[in-house]
Each structure stands twice: as structure tokens, then as C-alpha cells.
């Protein structure tokens, strides 16, 4: 009787131990991969806002990392205009600065500052990226777009020179 049950004896202490190991090692495995899924899909959805006027800042600090030490406390000159605010260079060639002017954490105001080689539609076109999503223009007075939006209204200051701004409307355009 002793012979029988030694064939069918169990594995190797070894062998179980390879085993427990290589069962372990899936399992981590398969909790590190699910914990990459996880990650990657609430980075997309907070790599999803766009900044915009009406987001928090942190949107814009997610999107162009940390603010660019450009200007003095006092603020950053401009041609004549003296511009405050949080900078961020929004290029990798350093070109481009926008200029978020946030008031309780949500920007409520920003100004684009391009080369001074962009002509009127090449600012008007770049400053229409922070338009809140679905504004719609309803009124153009000189160098004024103002827009319709979810968030208010919303007017764009085309103002020459690779410089545009794009504000929450305090009143309606002038008649």
C-alpha cells in the first residue's frame, strides 16, 4: 500500500514553490497593467479640458506646465501695455506667451503675445482657441469680436502687433 501512494505523490517542494511564485508574479503582473489602464484613462480625461477662459488655471498649468519667470511682479511690458498675470509659454520655441489673468482660480481674462511676425488673422485665429466651446459671434466693432457662450459673453480684442485678448464681457458692445 505504501508504494501506491508514493506514485501519485504530490509535486515538489521546488516544483510548489515555482508555482506559488509564478502565480504570484501573474497576479502582480496583471494588478500593475490594470493600474496603467486606470491611469492612462484619468489622464485622458483630465488632459481633456482645453484651455480656455472660464477654466480653472490649473487647465492651463496642466497644458503648458509650469509658469514662465517672464516680465517682474510688476508685470510683463508689452509694447506700450503693461500685461499682469500668470505666463506660460504656449510653444516649444518660446514664442508664444499667453498671459492668464485668473480671478479666484478661474480665468476670466488672458492675453496672447506672438511674434511680432503674426498679421491680424494669424491672432484672431490662435486667440479663438480660448473661446469657450460653442461661442458664437454676434456682434464685430472694430477690432471687437464679441460672443455669445455658455459661460456669458465673451469678447476678443484682435489688438495688432501678434497680440490679441480674449475677456469675459463685462457689458454689451457699444452701439
Avoid at 516680465?71 to 498671459?99: M, P, S
Avoid at 471687437?144 to 480684442?157: A, C, E, F, P, W
Amino acid at each position: 500500500m505504501l508504494s501506491s501512494t508514493r506514485r501519485f505523490r504530490t509535486f515538489s517542494r521546488k516544483y510548489r514553490v515555482q508555482m506559488v511564485g509564478g502565480i504570484l508574479g501573474i497576479g502582480l503582473l496583471l494588478a500593475l497593467l490594470s493600474y496603467g489602464i486606470l491611469r492612462v484613462t484619468s489622464g485622458a480625461a483630465a488632459a481633456g479640458a482645453s484651455p480656455r477662459v472660464g477654466e480653472q488655471l490649473s487647465v492651463f498649468t496642466s497644458a503648458y506646465g509650469q509658469p514662465a519667470r517672464i516680465g517682474t511682479g510688476k508685470g510683463l511690458k508689452i509694447n506700450h501695455l503693461k500685461v499682469n498675470g500668470v505666463r506660460f509659454y504656449a510653444d516649444q520655441a518660446h514664442t508664444i506667451i499667453v498671459t492668464a489673468q485668473p480671478a479666484k482660480g478661474v480665468v476670466n481674462s488672458l492675453i496672447v503675445t506672438g511674434p511680432a511676425s503674426w498679421n491680424n488673422q494669424q491672432s484672431f485665429a490662435y486667440c479663438g482657441r480660448f473661446l469657450p466651446t460653442g461661442a458664437t459671434a454676434f456682434r464685430t466693432v472694430g477690432q471687437y469680436t464679441y460672443y455669445h457662450s455658455s459661460i456669458g459673453d465673451v469678447v476678443l480684442n484682435n489688438a495688432g502687433n501678434g497680440t490679441c485678448q480674449v475677456a469675459m464681457s463685462p457689458k454689451f458692445p457699444p452701439a
